[in-house]
């Protein structure tokens, strides 16, 4: 598999076992996330792997928004956000304190929290699960997260670096009964046998071949991901005019213009005076246009 075709997710379901599972392998969409900052080795792993994780559980919770994917912290790792849409587009980043060594989550991020939140369409009340950050990966975070708050037995393998970011979810399917009672025993120790190297360097089918081709398993086909932002002038203009009138002008005056840019993808939304006038202008409720 090259590297070009390799943002996918595979999911995969055991036939007798009551579980499923699922597969995700980015390439393209990490290094456009990377291209935006230059992240010290400790912090790209969680990002990486937490990007990872997100495209994972766009499949598992069902949703039609966006779902957000959250830590935040007190240690060298304060702040980690990534966002996956229902059309299986990505965007992360994280803010850090200083050059972070490589440490367990919990101690990388000191008293942290784990936040996953979904933006449904108009119409549905949004919905937001936190948990402590339990566990030395973020991968044992996620466990704790769906034994608690979804009562789903749930194994999870993440694993990042410069070039790839991948993981693998397996889960026992709610309410139903397996026809193996070892079944579920058998796939967390087929999962526990793999490493973060054959994480990486596997593409998805080969991957799920390799640990599971002795059980009944019904493969689907790949879908794509890729790297998104939802970031607008239209929504940059909301969060200015919550700034106020009077400190925009007065922004303006020291500097002549004001300039926005997205933290997730880097576009720069640029307002001159006539634009602030015309966030304040009742008349002008249409989308900005002008760059």
Wanted: glycine content about 8%; proline content about 4%.
């Amino acid at each position: 598999m090259s590297n070009s075709d390799s943002d996918t997710l595979q999911r995969f379901l055991f036939e007798a076992l009551a579980a499923r599972g699922e597969a995700v392998h980015l390439h393209t969409t990490w290094q456009t996330v990377l291209a935006r900052r230059a992240y010290p080795p400790a912090v790209r792993q969680v990002l990486g792997e937490a990007l990872a994780a997100a495209a994972l559980l766009a499949t598992t919770i069902k949703f039609d928004g966006t779902l957000t994917l959250q830590i935040q912290a007190s240690g060298p790792l304060r702040l980690l956000v990534v966002q996956v849409s229902a059309t299986r587009g990505l965007r992360g980043l994280a803010r850090w304190d200083g050059e972070p060594a490589p440490a367990p989550l919990r101690e990388l991020c000191g008293n942290g929290t784990l936040v996953l939140s979904i933006e449904y369409q108009p119409g549905r009340e949004p919905y937001q699960g936190m948990v402590g950050l339990h566990g030395d990966s973020l991968a044992a975070a996620l466990e704790s997260y769906f034994a608690h708050s979804e009562q789903l037995p749930t194994r999870i393998r993440l694993a990042a670096d410069a070039d790839t970011a991948a993981g693998l979810l397996l889960q026992q399917l709610p309410g139903a009964t397996s026809q193996d009672p070892d079944g579920w025993n058998r796939l967390e120790m087929l999962a526990a046998t793999l490493d973060a190297a054959e994480l990486l360097a596997l593409d998805n089918t080969t991957l799920v071949h390799r640990l599971f081709h002795q059980e009944d398993l019904r493969l689907f086909a790949a879908e794509p991901l890729h790297f998104h932002c939802s970031c607008s002038r239209e929504r940059t203009a909301g969060m200015l005019r919550t700034l106020g009138e009077a400190d925009l002008r007065q922004a303006l005056a020291e500097q002549g213009a004001l300039h926005v840019d997205c933290e997730f993808c880097g576009h720069r939304y640029s307002f001159d005076a006539i634009d602030i006038a015309g966030l304040f202008t009742a008349a002008l409720a249409t989308p900005i246009t002008r760059h």
